[in-house]
């Protein structure tokens, strides 16, 4: 073999060299050839070959013992997995590499060290020549080396690279893949080091990993080099970005979560290789730091779109942070494995019935409930106890432990996030993952019944012993259009990836409340008379929410705006409409020092709530922080599919009076297509709406407070609750005159409430009478859309010319 046959540098390679270097060599081939004039930094490096492996077998005789000894693996159960495997491994480890392949790798290795004086470090990578394709990922099924130094261990490292060609790990996934064992070549890759384990390190998506959903990329990280990610031995820090945006190259980050990176991987400088890493705690004040700063984040961001746009699929992308320079590089880039085949035409959706106070809880994989029985695995030693159908529990797992979780039916893991080995394996494998609970390990004992529920949006559960839960399949392959717009009641933001896979037109109300209430938790007028408050108790509380913001104010506006982002860049472009705080006073009073600021009122609910607060002395402050929240999103963000939405307003001048307000502080209706709506749920709406429609550019009826103040009705009131009833006439009457002024002043009318699904009857109604759009919450949406669709046939006629309305349907 000529000596120029083993080697090629990377910048001379392409994508389509994967059968010559392997997926992982040529992908990076790639981004230097083709990526690197646009700004991506992928570091040099030179590929040997996967023919020089074959050259490798043939020099030591080595293909007809290996074809052998696999012979007599029995691939249906593997029980002779790991003798098979360590034959395999040992007829490679006691051959040698051939002179003239030593010579050629190491003049290379020298030419890529000209101009240093010392010997330069390099990472040593196993590429197989079917890895990282769209169908199957072979990513930590092979050995790669860190901190590699020198000539001598260059060559050890490569050799090593051989040898692990075949792991248990590996032979079993190219059973499971249908790979031919011998038709599998190895390259191996040769790359300037990055000196993360000086900086950060960390993996990132081109799509959410959990849903796929395509206006997300999704960046995580880790202080040091990133096994610790990868494996899952963090909890990492997070970041989302806007994908329109960052394509734009404006401001993309809409949501950061802070990781608790326990440990930090760094190299130990006196050993090599192997047994060159080791993990140390990680400083209190690099834990309470993000790994990148905004700027980074989205250059990051901005480069993985790039790698997408070129690729053409959805990616799974390596990052690191040189310590020593600051500077950004891709170190890795396949094909997303998940998301990028699947096709969904069903929709599944899972309910717990039983409550119950959970265990423990984590970030959760998966959308599904399960129930099984606890197998503790702290290490392969523990393989044999995994039996089919456990939960294997264990503080993180590995790629050495593939084989025994496919047993599994759920995996929860102490630590690790979303891109951690467990949540990968998860994913690939379809089951459900609770990872970074901190101490399952702990609470959770060998052999215990538990549920685990990974339904409930962003965080998954566990439960003591088997609770009940109900499992729904709707296809939405042949689902009905519908003129009329069928939208989401949303709460939690943390569902509103998942949420926005569901048939659906928008979110027609977006509660501000339980944004507050769970993710702020703090009242705004205690963050901005933070200094006058007289609880000492109040203000530690504060100081802990809010310890990375000098400025408290700034900690309402961030996490307000990032919850909001998050809504609507998972439904970009449809409208999402978000109503302003509509707290009653003994509920504001119930957020950390919400007393010294609230009334006490005996009927709360005609008290001081919604439009009455926002120009009012005592919370006119608090709303300009609301606004300024949602300026952020809209303009900063550019999530311009964001509407406003006014509650409780009683009189038209009090709109008035909003309006204005809302323009002192940088919303203006009607500059870049800002609408702003009010809740109809007081009857001087309806009496009054040619009056609101002057100043409003739309309704949203609240059928519920309507219902109330119409009918004179406390629907809590066990003794009167029976006359609160949304299909009386007096009710209907007004919702009839509401839509019909609505409409002649084309102006949108929606209605959110329980009602529309509940009584087909009065979705019949609504779609008589022209109403633009309904919303429903996620549970009761296909219902309701199904009403919608049989009222439209019955009142429309199915064939009938959609114009009538300005919003089409949904489209499965």
Known sequence: METNQYIIPFFKLRASDVALVGGKNASLGEMINQLQNLGVQVPAGFAIVANAYRYFLKFNQLEEKLKMVLKSLDSKELTNLEKIGKECRNLIKHAVLPDDWK????????????????????????????????????????????????????LIACHRCYISLFNDRAIKYRLDHGFDHMQVLLSIGVQIMVRSDRGAAGVAFT??????????????????????????????????LFKPAVIRQQYSLIQTKLGRKENTLILREEVSMSKSTVNVKTPIDLRERFVL???????????????????????????????????????????????GRK????????????????????????????????????????????????????????????VLLKKAISIVTNKGGRTSHASIVARELGITAVVGTHNATEILKDGQLITVDCAQGDSGYIYDGRLRWEV???????????????????????????????????????????????????????????DELADKNVKHKIDSLTKHFPDKRKYFINKLSGAIAMVAAAFYPKDVIVRMSDFKSNEYAKLIGGEEFEPKEENPMLGFRGASRYYHPKYKEAFGLECQAVKRVRVEMGLDNVKVMIPFCRTVDEGKKVLEIMRGYGLVQGEKQLEIYVMAEIPSNIILAEGFA??????????????????????????????????????????????????????KVGLCGQAPSDYPEFSDFLVRKGINSISF????????????????????????????????????
Not at 212 to 240: C, K, M, R
Not at 490 to 497: E, G, I, K, Q, S
Not at 703 to 729: H, I, P
Not at 777 to 801: R, V
């Open 472 to 530: 729904k399949e709707t296809s939405l392959e042949h689902l009905t259009k519908t003129r009329t717009a069928p939208m989401l009641i949303l709460a939690d933001p943390d569902r509103a990836l998942d949420l926005s896979r569901y048939p659906n037109e928008g979110v027609g109300l977006l509660r501000m409340e339980f944004i507050i209430n769970n993710s702020i938790q703090i009242h705004p007028m205690a963050l901005i008379k933070y």
């Open 207 to 240: 799509v959410d990993p959990e849903t796929g959903h395509e206006n997300i990329i999704y960046l995580t990280g880790s202080w040091g080099l990133g096994e610790n990610v990868v494996q899952g031995a963090v909890s990492p820090d997070e970041f989302y």
């Open 293 to 339: 700063d905004e700027d980074e984040a989205m250059k990051l961001a901005y480069w993985c779109y790039l790698i997408e746009q070129h690729y053409g699929m959805p990616m799974d992308i390596e990052w690191a942070k040189d310590g020593e320079t600051n500077e950004l590089f891709i170190v890795q880039a396949r094909p997303e494995t998940v998301h």
């Open 777 to 812: 919450t996620a549970d009761a949406l296909l219902q309701g859309i199904e009403y919608i669709a049989k009222a439209e046939a019955k009142w429309y006629g199915q064939n009938e010319d959609d114009s009538y309305h300005d919003q089409t349907c949904f489209r499965s």
């Open 343 to 402: 096709k969904e035409v069903t929709l599944t959706t899972y309910k717990l019935q039983d409550r119950a106070v959970p265990l423990c809880s984590g970030r959760a994989v998966g959308k599904a409930i399960v129930s099984g029985r606890v197998c503790l695995v702290h290490s392969l030693a523990d393989a044999d106890k995994v039996k089919q159908g456990d939960i294997i529990v264990s503080d993180i797992t590995n790629p050495d432990w593939n």
């Open 694 to 747: 002057s100043v409003f550019d739309g309704f949203s009826i609240g059928s519920n407070d309507l219902t109330q103040l119409t009918l004179g009705v406390d629907r809590d009131s066990a003794d009167v609750s029976n006359l609160f009833n949304e299909k009386d006439m007096a009710v209907l009457s007004l919702l009839e005159q509401l839509i019909k002024t609505a409409r002649a002043h084309n102006h």
């Open 103 to 154: 010579q050629m790798v190491l003049a290379s290795y020298r030419e890529l060290a000209k101009g240093t004086k010392d010997p330069v470090t390099v990472v040593v990578r196993s590429s197989a020549t079917s890895e990282d394709l769209p169908e199957a990922s072979f990513a930590g099924q092979h050995d790669s080396f860190l901190n590699v130094k020198g000539e001598q261990e260059l």
